[in-house]
């Protein structure tokens, strides 16, 4: 057990039935810890130790934007393949959580453009990232023959953090009655 008086400073109680809160800091990202406090009084008389409860030190680092997405039409009717680079959970480092991939018949080009856009019709099939740098692919199904559609991708990680939108691209579903 480490005892924190040795690194952080303790501030003074409060008056009883005073709320006492204390931030700490320096803990590894999602590192798991349990803290318990005993109360010492000016004669040096201890309480007994208090209830434990356990923290995990959170994560407050989006994941990378995706610099490289493309598209392409897909190789049956209705689809587009989508091609990326997995961006990490950190910036660059790690491996991130959760794609969100939207598409849109009407250019994305704002934030609030691609939250007004549509998820991509078989979104509960979008993968989960892989490491950062692998190479990532998604074929979108279910869209509309012959119509161009633009794509963009948000990335999160396991703490919802959320990284910056990503390079939007564009392409036309595949009709191979054409």
């Known amino acids: 057990a480490e005892d924190l008086d040795s690194i952080i400073e303790i501030p003074?109680?409060?008056?009883?039935?005073?709320?006492?809160?204390?931030?700490?800091?320096?803990?590894?990202?999602g590192s798991e810890h349990f803290f318990a406090v005993i109360a010492e009084d000016e004669r040096?008389?201890?309480?007994?130790?208090?209830?434990?409860?356990?923290?995990?030190?959170?994560d407050h680092n989006p994941p990378d934007g995706i610099l490289d997405l493309n598209a392409e039409s897909?190789?049956?009717?209705?689809?587009?393949?989508?091609?990326?680079?997995a961006p990490g959970d950190d910036g660059i480092d790690g491996?991130?959580?959760k794609y969100q991939i939207k598409c849109s018949k009407d250019r994305i080009r704002t934030i609030w453009d691609f939250y007004s856009a549509d998820d991509v019709p078989n979104s509960d099939e979008v993968p989960s990232p892989n490491p950062a740098g692998s190479r990532e692919s998604f074929t979108v199904t279910g869209l509309?023959?012959?119509?161009?559609?633009?794509?963009?991708?948000?990335?999160?990680?396991?703490?919802?953090?959320?990284?910056?939108?990503?390079?939007?691209a564009e392409a036309m579903a595949t009709d191979k009655m054409a």
Not at 44 to 58: D, H, K, L, T, W
């Open 12 to 29: 003074e109680p409060k008056k009883p039935g005073g709320r006492e809160e204390i931030t700490i800091t320096g803990y590894n990202k």
């Open 144 to 168: 509309e023959r012959r119509e161009t559609y633009y794509f963009a991708i948000k990335t999160m990680d396991k703490w919802d953090n959320i990284g910056p939108l990503s390079k939007v």
């Open 74 to 85: 897909g190789k049956s009717d209705g689809e587009i393949d989508l091609m990326w680079t």
């Open 95 to 97: 491996q991130a959580h």
């Open 44 to 58: 040096g008389q201890r309480s007994p130790i208090s209830n434990v409860v356990r923290a995990i030190a959170p």
